[in-house]
């Protein structure tokens, strides 16, 4: 899948194609229904099916602390895209610059004039240019007089209306694995590459790898058992995502002590599959009083790994 990075690397030979426009947060059941058939589509016209995302999303600029938490980083979009079969992915950078394009100047400039489309598809809600005055009445009408069709996401749609992101973070808040896993399609994981930390665990006995959390904010908090993908193969632990209050964090990250491993993972990808949660993050009046939880969620999370 070719990887498109802003407006000003749209080239001529990415002109002509079946497009959707959409935040694809998760790539969850209902993103893949409608992707599904945007790929279908495609293969009838004989054109590439591209999806277009905004990078940072809308809300993390105009409202960036009520913005939603994000399923999904930019880097994990791509890849489930791929997977699916998409072939183009376009990230545009969304800034308040950007934000004060016209709607007429998006339809025309960027959607008939750079990129061709010959098919859209879109939410019917969708709400673009300054001053949101582009909405899917327009785009239908853009379509008639340029020479493109427009359908709504959800008449491409084929599972259960009730998938949505927003369900699948709720889910998520109440550490209903199951139902997220059934609405994603897939068990909700958060992948990332091991950086150094400050060496605290490894000082408590209980090493970890360090995975920060690219993301305005993270749909899940707390201590979990959790099943590890590493280049090693897959291994049980217990992991904390939060900010470590009573080590005075000020970063929300995730941290992750594989039981019975003992090989470096610095600089390595691993994905992290939340199983079950444990508990709150917690502050603790004491590294001692930490140390001693900590080894007591170690052993929750065996017993639940291994039941």
Not at 69 to 84: G, H, N, P, T, V
Not at 172 to 198: N, T, W
Not at 220 to 232: E, K, L, N, S
Request: hydrophobic residues 40%.
């Amino acid at each position: 899948m070719e990887l498109i990075r802003g407006l000003h690397n749209i080239r001529d030979r990415h002109k002509g194609c079946v497009l959707t426009i959409g935040k694809f947060d998760g790539v969850h059941l209902g993103h893949q229904a409608v992707l599904s058939n945007l790929i279908r589509k495609a293969r009838q016209l004989g054109l590439p099916a591209t999806v277009m995302v905004f990078e940072p999303q809308p809300e993390e600029v105009f409202r960036p602390d009520s913005a939603p938490a994000r399923l999904s980083r930019l880097r994990d979009k791509y890849e489930q895209l791929k997977a699916i079969g998409v072939d183009r992915l376009l990230v545009m950078r969304f800034d308040r610059r950007f934000s004060e394009l016209s709607a007429t100047f998006f339809v025309e400039e960027l959607l008939v004039k750079r990129l061709g489309i010959a098919f859209l598809v879109v939410g019917d809600d969708f709400k673009f240019g300054k001053d949101r005055q582009g909405d899917f009445s327009m785009l239908r009408s853009e379509g008639q007089k340029c020479g493109f069709e427009v359908v709504s996401t959800q008449s491409f749609r084929l599972q259960d209306s009730r998938i949505s992101s927003t369900a699948i973070r709720r889910a998520l808040a109440e550490s209903d694995f199951s139902l997220a896993e059934a609405m994603l399609g897939r068990p909700y994981s958060i992948a990332g590459k091991v950086v150094h930390g400050d060496k605290k665990g490894r000082e408590l006995g209980f090493p970890t790898a360090n995975v920060l959390l690219k993301r305005g904010r993270s749909p899940v908090t707390g201590v979990y058992a959790v099943r590890v993908d590493t280049h090693q193969g897959i291994f049980d632990g217990v992991a904390n995502i939060g900010i470590r209050p009573t080590v005075k964090g000020q970063r929300c990250q995730l941290e992750v002590h594989l039981f019975d491993f003992a090989q470096s993972l610095y600089g390595k990808a691993i994905d992290v599959q939340l199983v079950a949660k444990i508990r709150d993050e917690m502050k603790f009046d004491s590294l001692a009083s930490l140390q001693v939880q900590i080894a007591k969620d170690a052993q929750v999370a065996r017993d639940l790994l291994a039941s």
